[in-house]
C-alpha cells in the first residue's frame, strides 16, 4: 500500500500564515492579471463570490494530491464533468482530442510530445539531430536500437561491442522500470516485440559504492515562441544494493535500476525525509550538489551541461509539436507540460539523457517529495499564468452576460487575440528569409516591433517574473546558438532571442519601453476605433513606415549611435514598402527622419 504524506493544514498554524492576494498583476498597463498559487505557508485571499464561482478544476484519475492541494488554496473548486473548467492535470491524449479545449482551459501536455516521451521516439529524433549536427552536440543518448526495425544493424553492433557490451533491453513505451533488463548475451533477449535494445552505462558514478540518477523537471509554457524552464531542484534516486559490474549480477534489478518503485520493494531501501540530508535511497537535488561540490567538483559545469542537453531535446520535438498545435489547438493558451527529464552520469560526470516522462510523477509519499513537488508545482502554476475567463468566453451564446465584466482590460484581451495583420505576415516573411549567423541583421528585428510581438514579449516578461524556483533556459541570454537546431526557424524565436541579447542585462529598460508601447498600442486602438481607419499621418505628424496595425518602434540603447537608425527604417521600407503610407509610432527621443531613408547599409530587397 502507498502511504501518502498531506501537508499540515491545521488551524492552530493557519492564525500564522502569510495573507497573498489572489491575483498577480501584469508589470504592463491592460494586459491581465494571473491568479496566485500558494504553499501551506501562505492563505490566499478569496476572490469576490462572481469570479470565485469561475475557479474550476477538472479532475482525473491520474490528478497528484501535489495539485489538488495547491489549487486548493488557490480555492478552486474540484469538478469531474463541467465545461467551464480552467485547469486541468490529466492524461495525454490524442492529438484530435485538443481541439475540444477552449481557448480558456489550460491542459497540462501538448500535442506530439510523446515524440521525446516515447523511448522509441525519443532515440529515433535525437539520433536525427545527430546526424545532422554531429555527436559532439547531440552525442547524449546511449545509442540504441529499435527492434522489429534495426535488427540487422543490432546484430552487427552486437558483434563489434564483443562479448564484454552489456545492453539494457526496455518497452518502448513503459515506465516504472517495468519489463526491463539488462543482457550480455544475444540469447537473453525478449522475444517480445518491439522494443528499444540500449548500449548500458557499465560505469555510473557511484556515490558510496551505489549508482543513481537525476529526476529533473523541465516546464515548457510554449512551443512558439518556445520558452523552456528547469526547476532549480529535483531528485536523486539511488540503486538499494552495491553496484558491481560483473555479468553474474546483470539480473538484480535493485543494483542496475535506479527506479523507486523497483527499489522501494527491496528491504534494504532507506527513505529520507530531509531535503537537506545526503542520506537514504532518495536525496534532494540540491543535497548532491551539496555532496559533489564538498568533494572538489564543479557542479555548475554539470548542470550547465544538463541545460544543453534539456534545451536541445526540447528542440528536437518542436517540429511535431508546432504542427500538431497549428492543427488542433485554438489557442496558444491551452497547453503547457512539465516533462520529467531522467539523467544519469557516468564515471567521468558526463550527464546522459535515458528517457523523458511527459507524464512525471509527482506522487509524494515522504517529507522530501512533499517538499520537492509541492514547491515545483506551485511554481509552474504560477509561471503556467491562469487568468479569469471573460464570461462570454464560457457561454459565448449568452450576450447579455458580457457587458456587465467588460473592462478596458477585456477589451484590450480581445484586440490581441485578434491582431496578425498582413504586414506582421510581411515582416515575419522578411526575417525569416535570412540566412543565420547574422548578428547585426538579426538585431534589426526589434527596431519595428509589431503588435504580436508586443504582446509576446509582454506576455514573456510577465511570466519571467513569476518563475519562482525555474529558471528560464530558453531563450536566454546564451540561447543564439541553439536557433540552427530548429528544423524549421521561427519568426517569434528570434525576435526573444534577440530581445534577451539586448535586455538581459538592464530587463528593467526592456520592460519600461514596452510599458511605453502597450500604452501606446491602446491609445492606437481608441484612434482607430474613433476614425475607423489608420490615417497616413503618423502619430509624431511625420510621414513614416509603419504598419497599419501595428507600433513601429525604435527602442536603440542610448549607447548607439544614429546609422542604427538609418539602419532601422531603412530595414522597413525596404522589406515592407507598402508601408510608407501608414501610421506609426515611434518612441525614439528624436523621431525618425525622412532623411534617415537615405542609408544603404543593409542590402537591397532584390538581394534578399
Ligand atoms: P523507465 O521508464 O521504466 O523508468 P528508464 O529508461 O528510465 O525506464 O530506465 C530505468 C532505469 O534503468 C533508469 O532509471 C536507470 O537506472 C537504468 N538505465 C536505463 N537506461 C540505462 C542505460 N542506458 N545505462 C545504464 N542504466 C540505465
Not at 340 to 365: A, C
Amino acid at each position: 500500500m502507498t502511504v501518502t504524506v498531506e501537508e499540515p493544514i491545521s488551524p492552530d498554524v493557519e492564525v500564522d500564515l502569510v495573507e497573498k492576494p489572489a491575483l498577480v498583476p501584469s508589470l504592463f498597463p491592460h494586459m491581465p492579471s494571473t491568479l496566485y498559487f500558494s504553499t501551506a505557508d501562505e492563505r490566499v485571499e478569496l476572490l469576490p463570490a462572481e469570479q470565485r464561482k469561475l475557479l474550476k478544476w477538472k479532475i482525473t484519475t491520474v490528478t497528484p494530491n501535489v495539485v489538488k492541494n495547491t489549487i486548493s488554496r488557490s480555492h478552486f473548486k474540484a469538478t469531474k464533468k463541467s465545461h467551464d473548467w480552467l485547469g486541468c492535470w490529466g492524461h495525454h491524449m490524442k492529438s484530435p482530442g485538443f481541439k475540444a479545449i477552449r481557448e480558456f482551459q489550460k491542459l497540462n501536455h501538448f500535442p506530439g510530445s510523446f515524440q521525446i516521451g516515447r523511448k522509441d521516439r525519443l532515440w529515433r529524433n535525437l539520433s536525427k539531430m545527430q546526424a545532422h549536427f554531429g555527436k559532439r552536440e547531440f552525442g547524449f543518448f546511449p545509442r540504441s536500437f529499435i527492434l522489429p526495425q534495426d535488427i540487422k544493424l543490432l546484430r552487427k553492433a552486437w558483434e563489434d561491442g564483443g562479448s564484454k557490451q552489456k545492453w539494457i533491453v526496455k518497452p518502448p513505451a513503459s515506465a516504472r522500470g517495468i519489463g526491463i533488463q539488462v543482457i550480455h548475451k544475444w540469447s537473453q533477449m525478449p522475444c517480445k516485440r518491439p522494443l528499444l535494445v540500449q548500449e548500458y552505462l557499465h560505469k555510473p558514478y557511484l556515490i558510496s559504492g551505489n549508482k543513481f540518477d537525476l529526476r529533473i523537471y523541465v516546464y515548457v509554457t510554449s512551443y512558439d515562441p518556445l520558452r523552456v524552464y528547469i526547476f532549480n531542484d529535483g531528485l536523486v534516486r539511488f540503486a538499494s544494493c552495491k553496484y558491481s559490474p560483473s555479468m553474474k549480477t546483470l539480473n538484480n534489478k535493485f543494483m542496475h535500476l535506479t527506479n523507486y518503485s523497483v527499489n522501494k520493494k527491496n528491504s534494504e531501501y532507506q527513505s529520507n525525509s530531509d531535503d537537506k540530508a545526503c542520506q537514504g535511497h532518495k536525496w534532494a537535488l540540491k543535497a548532491l550538489w551539496q555532496y559533489l561540490g564538498s568533494q572538489g567538483i564543479s557542479t555548475t559545469l554539470i548542470w550547465e551541461k544538463i541545460k544543453d542537453m534539456v534545451i536541445k531535446t526540447i528542440i528536437a520535438s518542436d517540429p511535431y509539436v508546432n504542427s500538431l498545435v497549428k492543427m488542433h489547438v485554438c489557442s496558444p493558451y491551452s497547453c503547457h507540460e512539465l516533462f520529467g527529464f531522467d539523467i544519469m552520469l557516468d564515471e567521468n560526470l558526463k550527464p546522459w539523457v535515458l528517457e523523458v516522462n511527459i507524464s512525471p510523477s509527482l506522487h509524494s509519499n515522504t517529507p522530501l517529495d512533499v517538499s520537492i513537488k509541492g514547491q515545483m508545482i506551485r511554481d509552474l502554476l504560477n509561471l503556467a499564468g491562469f487568468v479569469l475567463p471573460l464570461r462570454e468566453d464560457i457561454a459565448p451564446s449568452n450576450s447579455s452576460a458580457s457587458s456587465s465584466t467588460n473592462s478596458l482590460c477585456e477589451v484590450v484581451r480581445e484586440k490581441w487575440r485578434s491582431d496578425i495583420s498582413t504586414d506582421e505576415k510581411v515582416k515575419r516573411a522578411f526575417y525569416l528569409s535570412q540566412r543565420f549567423g547574422d548578428q547585426d541583421f538579426c538585431a534589426t528585428i526589434l527596431d519595428v516591433l509589431t503588435p504580436v510581438d508586443v504582446r509576446v514579449l509582454a506576455e514573456s516578461e510577465d511570466e519571467l517574473s513569476r518563475k519562482g524556483d525555474f529558471e528560464r533556459v530558453f531563450p536566454s541570454h546564451a540561447s543564439s546558438r541553439y536557433l540552427r537546431f530548429f528544423e524549421q526557424p521561427r519568426y517569434l524565436n528570434i525576435v526573444l532571442n534577440q530581445w534577451e541579447q539586448t535586455y538581459w542585462l538592464n530587463r528593467s529598460k526592456g520592460i519600461n519601453l514596452l510599458r511605453d508601447l502597450c500604452e501606446k498600442r491602446v491609445q492606437l486602438w481608441n484612434l482607430a476605433d474613433s476614425v475607423h481607419h489608420w490615417s497616413s499621418k503618423s502619430y509624431h505628424g511625420h510621414r513614416s513606415p509603419m504598419t497599419r496595425s501595428g507600433v513601429l518602434v525604435s527602442q536603440r540603447s542610448d549607447a548607439e549611435d544614429e546609422d542604427s537608425s538609418d539602419r532601422e527604417v531603412q530595414s522597413v521600407t525596404m522589406s515592407l514598402p507598402d508601408m510608407s503610407l501608414l501610421t506609426t509610432i515611434s518612441l525614439s527621443p528624436s523621431p525618425i527622419s525622412s532623411s534617415s531613408l537615405a542609408s544603404d547599409s543593409l542590402p537591397s530587397h532584390n538581394e534578399l
